[in-house]
């Protein structure tokens, strides 16, 4: 379950409940519609592509989509820093890509990205 809580500007984030948050769903109850579609893959070369689907009757349950990166660890997309970009405007439509925050050792970040494309009307 993602727990979030917002302030004047947007959404401020926590995995965690603690006062004055929320579960997602009540965010999005005045939502008319709200869809997330990606892919996790290499930035490079597309490999180990990973497609996710959200929606208002499929909403994310995890603050992080995973990493498809073998050698990555401690990886993965924030769904809230996805979010974020909902409490800016009523009606949106973006095209974006997020790089993974995760490393592969040697100090080398892993070099997936999940690029996914948001819309949604309140
Ligand atoms: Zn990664």
Do not use: A
Request: proline share 3%.
């Amino acid at each position: 379950m993602i727990y979030i809580q917002l302030n004047q500007r947007g959404l401020i984030v926590s995995n965690q409940y603690f006062g004055g948050s929320v579960e997602i769903s009540e965010f999005f109850k005045d939502f008319k519609s709200f869809t997330l579609d990606g892919t996790v893959s290499d930035s490079v070369w597309g490999k180990h592509p990973r497609e996710h689907s959200y929606n208002l009757s499929n909403l994310p349950d995890k603050e992080f989509i995973p990493c498809t990166n073998p050698q990555c660890r401690k990886g993965g997309y924030s769904i809230i820093k996805i979010l974020d970009k909902l409490s800016l405007e009523d009606v949106g439509d973006v095209k974006k890509s997020l790089s993974c925050s995760g490393d592969v050792g040697g100090g080398q970040s892993c070099t997936y990205s999940f690029n996914y494309s948001l819309d949604w009307e309140k």
